[in-house]
């Protein structure tokens, strides 16, 4: 297999003007237009990185926060994250500019995941992205997980499904008063791929398909409202199969299910090519779900009209619009938090949960401007400013293997050993080999209960040598370990471990901590020299690590 790639990775700018041509009758750029602009941008740059032609594979769920009037300037940057064996990460963000007043928004930021395709049956090996700042670094190592969300979506959809199923009939007839029945939104549209839709080896762009699809699904959506509906996001796009230059592509839109102020809309693509139109063989290449708004012309939302399914399918489809509006709103929630009390622990959420909790302590490690307060032998203790808000870092160097230090410290019920603050650990629930939930309990403080965490603990082995071990750390809430009045339940916001291998027999392990109120007070008094807490338990971490280690 074949190596190829820049070594600087993908890095590509588009900028366009909206003119009327790419506009809707409001003099908005239409999400249609959008997407052919982001897929074309994207995938220049993932060619870029490979060196040979890509075609897409998938979009992520894509939001769209603002509009672009005509007259105003597009810009879309985008950047390959992670490059895997014959596939890549894209992360493509747009901006809206407005020319008169120079004022900036965002308008999407949105992944994409590209497949290099070179000419003829060979395959390709992609190089690796070189990291060049703090930024590459944190996308890099996100890209990992985002791709977990990808991989394991259909299975939160199936289990979403399945718990629908239990709650009732759900083929059952449907009745509701003043219901539009589904089949009055139907649309089906063809579209004949011709070179301008193809690139140059004749593969018709996904950006061409997903603007095809963005037109029949809003025709769909139309009949509902009677109004003219507003794209709003689009769920995640994947590309079953390929079509090329002469395909015939038949479109079948209808509306799955309204809640109140939006509307999803399903869309099924199938491709023929002259032999296989004459026979009615179809190839299913793509499905989507397009989720619509809809404004009356003082911007206000308007309500839509319940719908009611007529078949079984239909009702299939109903339900599935309901488990993916609650994916849809768990992602949201997860991304666009900075912070919150803990997250409840749910089906639709638990990927973006984990995402969330890796996440926070990648971000909190590679911030700039850690000082450094004090030391003592094998141990630094580093804080961090950031407004109001203050975060910790304790530096330990251990002899021992970084795997094994890895081992000791993501399994929490070895905690109450090393950490005095730990006073029973159990574990809820063994999600799966890398996530588990613990209920701890810590001792009292002076004049205080003491305080009880559900706790989601998250453990991640690095991909390459470079990479760190990570153990995340953040509170989470379980309906079934609701708060006792013996304790005081607590929050944590963002720790963990970050364990980097020095030498095959030591290694340097990094402890986070967003500061809570429940550990302002052990800061406090060792930052004030009346403790040394801190630095007591590092030791004691040290000690616990270095011994059970030996045994091995």
């Known amino acids: 297999m074949e190596r190829r790639g820049a070594a600087a990775g993908g890095d590509v700018c588009m900028c366009q003007t909206v003119f009327p041509a790419h506009a809707n009758h409001r003099g908005e750029l239409s999400a249609g237009q959008l997407l052919k602009w982001m897929d074309a941008a994207a995938c220049l740059a993932a060619e870029k990185h490979a060196g040979v032609s890509c075609v897409t594979a998938s979009m992520d769920d894509i939001q769209f926060e603002e509009a672009a009037r005509v007259g105003q300037i597009i810009t879309i940057k985008a950047k390959v994250n992670r490059a895997f064996k014959t596939s890549m990460e894209v992360g493509i963000k747009v901006t809206v500019q407005d020319v008169l007043t120079n004022a900036e928004k965002i308008v999407s930021v949105a992944y994409a995941t590209y497949v290099a395709k070179p000419v003829g049956a060979g395959k390709i090996e992609l190089e690796p992205v070189k990291l060049l700042s703090i930024d590459d670094h944190l996308e890099h190592t996100l890209a990992i997980e985002r791709r977990r969300i990808r991989l394991g979506y259909e299975q939160v959809f199936q289990n979403l499904m399945q718990e629908s199923n239990k709650e009732g009939d759900y083929y059952s007839t449907f009745e509701e008063e003043d219901a539009v029945s589904t089949d009055l939104t139907h649309v089906q549209?063809?579209?004949?791929?011709?070179?301008?839709?193809?690139?140059?080896?004749?593969?018709?762009?996904?950006?061409?398909?997903?603007?095809?699809?963005?037109?029949?699904?809003?025709?769909?959506?139309?009949?509902?409202?009677?109004?003219?509906?507003?794209?709003?996001?689009?769920?995640?796009?994947?590309?079953?199969?390929?079509?090329?230059?002469?395909?015939?592509?038949?479109?079948?839109?209808i509306v799955n299910n309204t809640f109140r102020n939006s509307v999803e809309v399903g869309v099924r693509v199938e491709a023929y090519n002259c032999e296989e139109w004459i026979k009615d063989q179809a190839r299913h290449i793509n499905s989507a779900f397009l989720i619509f708004n809809s404004v009356n012309d003082k911007g206000?939302?308007?309500?839509?009209?319940?719908?009611?399914?007529?078949?079984?399918?239909?009702?299939?489809?109903?339900?599935?619009?309901?488990?993916?509006?609650?994916?849809?709103?768990?992602?949201?929630?997860?991304?666009?938090?900075?912070?919150?009390?803990?997250?409840?622990?749910?089906?639709?959420?638990?990927?973006?949960?984990?995402?969330?909790?890796?996440?926070?302590?990648?971000?909190?490690?590679?911030?700039?401007?850690?000082?450094?307060?004090?030391?003592?032998?094998?141990?630094?203790?580093?804080?961090?400013e950031e407004g109001d808000v203050l975060s910790l870092k304790v530096e330990m160097q251990v002899k021992i293997p970084s795997h094994l230090a890895f081992s000791l410290l993501s399994d929490f019920t070895f905690r109450q050993q090393w950490d005095k603050h730990f006073l029973t650990c159990e574990v809820l629930q063994a999600v799966n080999e890398d996530e588990k939930i613990y209920y701890v309990?810590?001792?009292?403080?002076?004049?205080?209960?003491?305080?009880?965490?559900?706790?989601?603990?998250?453990?991640?082995?690095?991909?390459?040598?470079?990479?760190?071990?990570?153990?995340?750390?953040?509170?989470?809430?379980?309906?079934?370990?609701?708060?006792?009045?013996?304790?005081?339940?607590?929050?944590?916001?963002?720790?963990?471990?970050?364990?980097?291998?020095?030498?095959?027999?030591?290694?340097?392990?990094?402890?986070f901590n967003q500061v809570t109120s429940g550990v302002m007070p052990y800061l406090a008094a060792n930052l004030t020299g009346s403790s040394k807490s801190i630095e007591d338990t590092a030791l004691e971490c040290i000690k616990f690590l270095e011994l059970k280690g030996s045994k091995y």
């Not at 994916?327 to 409840?344: F, G, H, N, V, Y």
């Open 441 to 511: 309990t810590s001792p009292p403080m002076t004049g205080h209960k003491p305080r009880d965490f559900v706790i989601l603990v998250s453990q991640r082995q690095p991909c390459k040598p470079s990479e760190p071990y990570a153990v995340a750390v953040k509170s989470v809430t379980l309906t079934s370990m609701p708060p006792s009045p013996e304790y005081c339940r607590s929050e944590i916001l963002c720790a963990g471990f970050q364990i980097y291998s020095d030498s095959n027999s030591s290694c340097t392990v990094c402890y």
């Open 189 to 253: 549209s063809i579209e004949l791929v011709q070179p301008p839709h193809a690139n140059h080896h004749g593969n018709t762009f996904g950006g061409q398909i997903m603007a095809w699809m963005e037109t029949v699904a809003s025709i769909s959506a139309s009949r509902l409202c009677h109004s003219y509906p507003v794209l709003k996001s689009v769920n995640m796009f994947k590309f079953w199969g390929p079509s090329v230059v002469g395909d015939r592509l038949v479109f079948n839109a």
């Open 300 to 384: 206000e939302l308007l309500t839509f009209p319940r719908i009611k399914p007529t078949t079984k399918d239909g009702m299939r489809r109903y339900h599935g619009a309901i488990a993916r509006r609650k994916i849809r709103l768990a992602r949201k929630c997860m991304l666009s938090a900075k912070e919150k009390p803990s997250d409840p622990w749910e089906t639709s959420n638990q990927a973006y949960v984990t995402y969330s909790n890796i996440a926070a302590l990648t971000h909190l490690a590679a911030k700039p401007a850690w000082e450094i307060t004090g030391t003592l032998d094998d141990i630094k203790i580093w804080t961090h």
